[in-house]
């Protein structure tokens, strides 16, 4: 646990999609998310070392885009979380078509729901994007400013 800075996250998100939330969540709700689809002693362990957190959500027509930050205690713990976010979504999604390398991951459903899962030293950034089509949603990744690793 402690604070730590997070700043503004989805600063490339266009003033034009209006911001519905804006909270942190912590660890305790992470662990229960990766509960969903995993065991309890993977998801245990890899919400251990979080530091913080930031989620918003934003909304344009019928489309939602939420932006999800984690800070961890050191890139170990980082790298452990993301690693089971990845496996989460694979198994919340089955079907859904995988792109991966070591720092990101790029989940596409048949149901116009995009994700992302990029690794960044201590932190972790998860993007949600549903009804945003393929351009769209890696235009407005490519414009956060959340460090090289976040383009698609």
Same mark, same amino acid.
């Given at each position: 646990?402690?604070? *730590?800075?997070? =700043? /503004?996250?989805?600063?490339?998100?266009? &003033?034009? #999609?209006?911001?519905?939330?804006? %909270?942190?969540?912590? /660890?305790?709700?992470?662990?229960?998310? @990766?509960?969903?689809?995993?065991?309890? %002693? $993977?998801?245990?362990?890899?919400? +251990?070392? #979080?530091?913080?957190?930031? !989620?918003? !959500?934003?909304?344009?027509?019928?489309?939602?885009?939420? &932006?999800? &930050? =984690?800070?961890?205690?050191?890139?170990?713990?980082?790298?452990?979380?993301? /690693? %089971?976010?990845?496996? #989460?979504?694979?198994?919340?999604?089955?079907?859904?078509?995988?792109?991966?390398?070591?720092?990101?991951?790029?989940?596409? =459903? *048949?149901?116009?729901?995009?994700?992302?899962? %990029? @690794?960044?030293?201590?932190?972790?950034? !998860?993007? #949600?994007?549903?009804? &945003?089509? *393929?351009?769209?949603?890696? $235009? @407005?990744?490519?414009?956060?400013? +959340?460090?090289?690793? +976040?383009? !698609?």
């Amino acid at each position: 646990g402690g604070k *730590a800075d997070i =700043t /503004e996250l989805a600063v490339g998100v266009p &003033v034009s #999609w209006e911001k519905y939330y804006d %909270a942190r969540v912590g /660890e305790f709700f992470i662990f229960l998310s @990766l509960r969903q689809f995993l065991d309890r %002693a $993977s998801a245990e362990r890899s919400a +251990t070392g #979080w530091k913080n957190d930031r !989620i918003q !959500i934003y909304g344009k027509d019928n489309r939602r885009l939420i &932006v999800f &930050v =984690t800070k961890w205690d050191n890139p170990k713990e980082s790298s452990e979380f993301s /690693e %089971a976010y990845v496996r #989460w979504m694979k198994a919340r999604f089955p079907r859904g078509s995988v792109r991966q390398d070591k720092e990101r991951m790029f989940l596409k =459903t *048949a149901g116009k729901e995009k994700f992302l899962c %990029a @690794l960044d030293n201590d932190m972790v950034l !998860i993007v #949600w994007g549903k009804g &945003v089509d *393929a351009g769209e949603f890696a $235009s @407005l990744i490519n414009k956060m400013k +959340t460090g090289p690793q +976040t383009k !698609i």
